[in-house]
């Protein structure tokens, strides 16, 4: 069993940065695919961003590419999402999971086994 705990949300005028940390507990942690996902009110959730168990690759979606960095340290078994150029449609509650993606990573939501709880981003205009 893997337990992830998001943190690191709050408001942030447009154009400014946040990061979001994601601490995964369990003896598994470090050998799962990690990704982002966001759910806006009204909206469905949708992907962010992947990232593979050794960190070598990642994969974004495209409204947050060039804008969002996913990293992670297995060492501290964290993963990170590194936000800047936020903007008012970046509003959204945003989740960490984990899923066994083998040496790659996962875009699919139904691909994760584990769920944080959420940490909301409100960007202001």
């Known amino acids: 069993q893997v337990q992830v705990e998001e943190s690191g949300g709050g408001l942030v005028q447009a154009g400014g940065s946040l990061r979001l940390s994601c601490a995964a507990s369990?003896?598994?942690?470090?050998?799962?695919?990690m990704g982002w996902f966001r759910q806006a009110p009204g909206k469905e959730r949708e992907f962010v961003a992947a990232?593979?168990?050794?960190?070598?690759?990642?994969y974004y979606e495209g409204s947050v590419k060039g804008r969002f960095t996913i990293s992670r340290d297995n060492a501290k078994n964290t993963v990170y999402l590194q936000m800047s150029s936020l903007k008012p449609e970046d509003t959204a509650v945003y989740y960490c999971?984990?899923?066994?993606?083998?040496?790659?990573?996962?875009?699919?939501?139904?691909?994760?086994?584990?769920w944080g709880q959420g940490t909301q981003v409100t960007v202001s205009s």
């Open positions: 990232i593979s168990r050794n960190g070598r690759s990642t």
């Open positions: 369990g003896r598994t942690a470090s050998s799962l695919a």
């Open positions: 999971a984990a899923g066994d993606g083998g040496w790659g990573f996962l875009v699919a939501g139904g691909d994760y086994d584990f």
